[in-house]
């Protein structure tokens, strides 16, 4: 989830470069794009969390994970980018309607992505540092009284 905030700054970026204003229409993009960050999130952190499982230390199986899924995360950008960029430089009168959706989603997941692949392996390991400094030693833990 916190991907997300990244990508509507990549999606606004994205109306600035090519010159439209956010419309409802623009809105409608953003709520994919954040379907679509939340799942190259998901990939990656699920895949952390096997290897956590089978006994990797946190670094470790953040590294594997972004290792691991560095191919899929990318090519889902390419992908979707790719797939969107006819309508984004389309110059017709009829698809004029849907370019600016088009925009938020295409240009949003470009920066989404580098944040994604970088960001959240970085947040992982600062709430497995926390996670282990405060909740596995009680000696460091808040105690009310």
């Known amino acids: ?12 970026i994205g109306h600035m470069i090519m010159g ?6 623009s809105m409608m993009g953003l709520v994919a794009l954040a379907g679509v960050v939340v799942n190259d999130s998901l990939v990656m952190i699920v895949h952390a969390n096997d ?6 230390s946190a670094i470790e199986a953040i590294q594997q994970a972004g290792i691991r899924r ?6 889902t950008t390419i992908t979707t980018f790719g ?14 309607f849907m370019i600016p959706m088009a925009i ?3 240009y949003g997941i470009l920066f989404a ?5 970088l960001l959240v392996p970085s947040l992982y390991l600062i709430i497995e540092d926390i996670r282990s400094r405060y909740l596995m030693n009680p000696d460091l833990a808040i105690v009310e009284t």
């Open 1 to 12: 989830m916190a991907a997300i905030p990244f990508g509507l700054v990549g999606a606004v």
């Open 20 to 25: 439209y204003s956010l419309s409802i229409i």
């Open 51 to 56: 290897l956590r499982r089978q006994g990797s």
């Open 70 to 75: 560095f191919r899929p995360i990318l090519l």
């Open 83 to 96: 797939g969107l960029a006819p309508m984004i430089f389309e110059t017709s009168r009829q698809a004029r």
């Open 104 to 106: 938020s989603l295409g």
């Open 113 to 117: 992505t580098l944040i994604t692949l």
